[in-house]
């Protein structure tokens, strides 16, 4: 309607500009034809480009926000020059809204003032006890974690599973070992084992994206399973291989088969420590894929596999695979301190941080979280709700921003209690671009619609956060937040483009 309102203006306008020059060359005043005609044709032939940046996102905002989809939900987005630091927008810019991984952005800046670009974190596998001429430690042999959680991932060479098996293996042998009378055990107790954030739901935490977090984090706690499908739609479906051996966990399958073109939608449920994992959900009847779940225990399977490939190298284990967290939980003692046989450096934060943002992996966010935790407090409380605070006081009290503008439950953004505003999302970002880490922080953000930003997306909740420079040069940051909205993901991603494509 306004639209209209502004066309039927503008012809208005234009119609008395054809009368004035319709008068004066009626009355042969030529010289002054000539000197307007340019300046006449150039106004006439800017009407929509003369809106201000400011008045392009306002409507297209507008126009997102009365979309039927958002009928019941709300859309918050705050734009601001990166190079002055002014507000360009903002529309419910003070509203709390569910952060879905957008949050990523706050803990990897975090990380990065907190621990150092170059930051790395240090497994050392060592030994208790003596070794005797024959070979023979008696003894335990022990990996130590410190909360690297790439150990066993293979988005790096050097920290695939294969090769720190295989580089372990060759330790012990280089140091003459060649059995042990004792046990592999995983020392976890830096932060207390394996934990999950008391946000998360149940439906989340039994999936590869819904991993718990260790100090001894391996191959991103998490485990891949091939299914067969059934002959029809409604048939159960049959567990195949595995990408691990899972043999101490109990896999029990309640999968059917999904009608053609309905995809992966398996769910796991499991919950740190869990002995049995739940397979529930449709494998699609045409697809081939094999489904990530989360290990219940990434530490007791790094030992569980370095026992394993021991035996498989002739170096036999008398005692069982197991972790300090385990250990002091019957009641025993956990051993601290030994000979150190191998050391393995993770790759530096500005890496881990690529992979972070890149392929929006959880368990890095906790992983990091808690490290920031383990830095920075001094009363030797390293946990989830411990990290969380920290992370709101730090930009609290680096950029003044209220307390009420990041209640923070995890550094991943799973949670569904999490709350941030777009002010406090933006200012974040936008506070950034002047430090000499910013270039590793910007490659690490995803590209989507042409535009280097951050996604986030849990059920109901979609978001983007990143950074634009305008056709005139400016540089912008924004943060664009949506909450109970109605409708496909899809359609509103698309929406949600649109909208940002003002920015360009």
């Known amino acids: 309607m306004l639209k209209i309102r502004y066309m039927r203006a503008r012809r208005k306008q234009v119609k008395k500009v054809y009368r004035v020059l319709a008068n004066l060359a009626a009355t042969k005043y030529l010289d002054m034809l000539r000197l307007l005609l340019p300046v006449c044709f150039l106004w006439l032939s800017t009407p929509t480009n003369a809106q201000s940046l400011a008045q392009r996102i306002a409507n297209g905002f507008r126009t997102f926000e009365t979309h039927e989809s958002l009928a019941n939900g709300t859309a918050s987005l705050t734009v601001i020059n990166a190079k002055t630091g002014d507000v360009v927008f903002a529309k419910n810019e003070k509203i709390g809204m569910a952060s879905a991984s957008t949050l990523k952005t706050v803990t990897a800046a975090t990380a990065y003032y907190t621990l150092g670009a170059t930051h790395t974190f240090e497994t050392i596998l060592y030994y208790t006890g003596t070794i005797d001429a024959s070979g023979t430690l008696t003894g335990d042999l022990v990996i130590q974690g410190s909360g690297d959680p790439s150990l066993g991932s293979d988005r790096f060479p050097q920290t695939a599973e294969t090769e720190l098996l295989a580089a372990w293996v060759n330790a012990v042998q280089d140091h003459g070992i060649r059995k042990i009378e004792g046990r592999i055990i995983a020392d976890?107790?830096?932060y207390n084992g394996q934990t999950a954030p008391g946000g998360w739901t149940w439906r989340d935490m039994g999936n590869y994206y819904g991993a718990g977090v260790s100090a001894l984090n391996w191959r991103e706690n998490a485990v891949g399973i091939n299914f067969t499908a059934g002959?029809?739609?409604g048939a159960p479906t049959r567990l195949g291989s595995t990408t691990a051996d899972l043999g101490y966990l109990q896999l029990v399958n309640e999968t059917t088969t999904g009608d053609r073109g309905t995809g992966d939608r398996v769910y796991a449920f499991s919950a740190p420590y869990s002995s049995r994992?739940?397979?529930?959900?449709?494998?699609?009847?045409d697809i081939k894929k094999?489904?990530?779940?989360?290990l219940p225990d990434g530490a007791y399977d790094a030992a569980y596999q370095l026992q394993n490939a021991l035996q498989r190298n002739g170096i036999d284990v008398s005692g069982q695979p197991t972790t300090s967290h385990l250990l002091l939980l019957a009641g025993s003692s956990a051993p601290s301190g030994g000979t150190t046989i191998y050391t393995h450096r993770s790759p530096t934060l500005n890496e881990l941080i690529y992979w972070f943002n890149q392929k929006s992996i959880n368990l890095y966010g906790e992983a990091l979280l808690l490290a920031i935790a383990q830095a920075q407090d001094q009363l030797g409380k390293t946990d989830t709700q411990t990290g969380?605070?920290?992370?709101?006081?730090?930009?609290?009290t680096k950029l003044?921003?209220?307390?009420e503008e990041l209640k923070i439950?995890?550094?991943s953004g799973l949670s569904p209690e999490n709350r941030i505003t777009t002010n406090a999302l933006a200012r974040i970002l936008a506070s950034v671009k002047g430090e000499p880490w910013f270039a590793g922080f910007f490659e690490s953000l995803p590209t989507y619609n042409g535009m280097k930003m951050k996604s986030g997306t849990i059920s109901g909740v979609l978001g983007y956060a990143g950074y634009q420079t305008s056709k005139d040069g400016t540089p912008l940051v924004f943060a664009l937040l949506v909450n109970n909205y109605n409708g496909p993901a899809t359609p509103m991603r698309q929406r949600m483009f649109r909208l940002l494509d003002v920015l360009k």
């Open 277 to 285: 994992i739940y397979l529930r959900g449709t494998y699609g009847i």
């Open 409 to 411: 439950m995890d550094g």
């Open 290 to 294: 094999t489904i990530y779940l989360a």
């Open 188 to 190: 976890d107790r830096l």
């Open 231 to 233: 002959a029809s739609p």
């Open 400 to 403: 003044g921003l209220p307390a």
């Open 388 to 396: 969380a605070e920290l992370l709101g006081e730090f930009w609290s």
